[in-house]
DNA sequence: TATTGTTATACTCTATAACTATA
DNA sequence: TATAGTTATAGAGTATAACAATA
């Protein structure tokens, strides 16, 4: 006699329970699940492709507001990316002790401070920018170009 | 003569820097950044409505893991949900301590521990992703039925 | 009185090292 | 030797209160 006529039936697959497959089918229906995987999985590669510059994701969103908003204030900044105020001072200090930006007086309040990027920083910015736009589309290649045109649209419609 | 023929032109729109209006073309165009705004605009409804729950937008996606995985292990839902062993540990004993989940021992593997939902974790669920359901298409209410499904669709597209 | 930038501080989230029990 | 669950702890991100200077 076989020994696998004396014991239990032995699975095909071992079930063990670091490989079984886990159900995800309700989080799956929801559209913050999806779109929060999605972020996680772009953000990946934003973030280790952006530490060739330096910069982190956040930084890299402070420069691109600077940059095609000149003297812009922090408190601006901070809105647009739903940072707070105290939250954002270390970050633009450091830019700023790292010749990316730096503050100008605001022409109209005396209370303000005008953001502008230094000629290093638009330099900068200027390669981050393009290595971003390909490394988004390298994180979403499993898209043809006008499926990811349409996801981008479907998105900024939910929150626009 | 009238005063504003001696003064500086005058703007029709006040231009204080709190109410200028930011350009984010460059951001808008990114995947990631699209991707986050809808996860921040639907996790704050979340946030809200699942407080009457007792719950925070993990702790429910941990319960709706184990509601459908029954047995599933800690190490299982830290690898579908992206966090880290160390801290699903108090999260868990939480829920256990609020009667939502039990710890039993796993069949097949004397390191691990399967988790269960209890008969109160389970109503409590079915109402709760009742109300999940609802707020995300409140949350998106910018988007007919078509389009939430198309945008659901192209975004697990991206990451599965 | 309200707002900008700022400091200090607390709280949460995330990350790493190391231990034990079991495989 | 490797893995599951756990503890302790460090670090990053996010939160509120309060202050000086200016509107």
């Known amino acids: 006699m076989s020994p696998s ?3 239990a039936p ?6 063990t329970p670091s490989l079984e497959r886990v159900d995800t089918t309700f989080m799956q229906s929801l559209l ?3 779109a929060r995987r999605v ?3 772009v953000i990946e590669l934003f973030a280790t492709r952006m530490a060739a510059y330096g910069l982190t994701s956040v930084d890299f969103s402070v420069l691109s507001l600077v940059l095609y908003n000149p003297g812009i204030t922090s408190r601006q900044i901070c809105s647009a990316l739903r940072v ?25 309040d005396g209370r303000a401070i005008g953001l502008h990027v230094t000629q290093a920083g638009e330099k900068l910015m200027l ?3 393009e290595t971003a736009t390909d490394l988004e589309v390298e994180a979403s290649s499993n898209l043809s170009v006008a ?7 479907l998105l900024q419609k939910v929150y626009l």
């Open 5 to 7: 006529l004396k014991t």
């Open 10 to 15: 032995r699975r095909i697959v071992p079930v």
């Open 32 to 34: 913050g699940y999806n």
């Open 39 to 41: 972020w996680l999985q």
């Open 84 to 108: 707070l105020p105290p939250n954002m001072v270390s970050k633009i200090s450091a830019m700023e002790k790292t010749g990316l930006l730096v503050r100008k007086p605001h022409p109209g």
């Open 127 to 129: 390669a981050a920018e």
């Open 147 to 153: 499926e990811r045109k349409t996801l981008i649209r």
